[in-house]
């Protein structure tokens, strides 16, 4: 093996290992798994986000909104069709952030809302999972909304 050849190996091995390194790195890292979401998740630099906030259910044909499963189902419909609309995916999702009312025994129905947003993270369709606040407030805007919820989602380029 002439000098030549050594050195352009070794500057192909090298080129290889910072390229695996490079690649590695531009990955969207989740951590600290829960049963409905994710601790910790790295978003690296380059990463392109969508910020979809202020949805609630739409009103039903009675014009109420249902119950807090029905109006979590219906608002992460919404969030699902806007996405796909614009080529991203629910497991592109990597925050949610959730307005809840109190009902009128003074508590937010968090097993209701877990219910319809089961149905969207975790799934063999989406095993994913973002991470999650859940906020209880008293009212909110739009009368008979029980839930508002915002999201944040990324993806690297492609």
Do not use: H
């Not at 119950?67 to 949610?96: C, H, P, R, Y």
């Not at 149905?119 to 999650?132: A, M």
């Amino acid at each position: 093996m002439t000098r030549f050849t050594k050195a352009v190996s070794l500057s192909a091995a090298l080129f290889a290992a910072a390229f695996a390194v490079t690649t590695s790195a531009q990955e969207i890292i989740r951590t600290g798994e829960g049963r409905n979401f994710f601790n910790n998740i790295y978003i690296p630099p380059g990463a392109e986000t969508l910020y979809l906030s202020g949805a609630g259910a739409d009103p039903l044909p009675d014009g109420t909104y249902g119950d807090m499963e029905q109006q979590t189902v219906d608002t992460f419909n919404k969030f699902k069709a806007t996405l796909e609309e614009q080529g991203w995916s629910m497991g592109d999702i990597v925050q949610v952030r959730v307005f809840g009312v109190a009902g009128d025994d003074g508590e937010f129905d968090f097993a209701g809302f877990n219910r319809g947003y089961q149905q969207f993270f975790g799934t063999e369709e989406n095993p994913l999972k973002p991470v999650r606040s859940v906020v209880e407030i008293a009212d909110l805007v739009v009368d008979g909304w029980l839930v508002e919820i915002e999201i944040r989602a990324v993806r690297m380029p492609k």
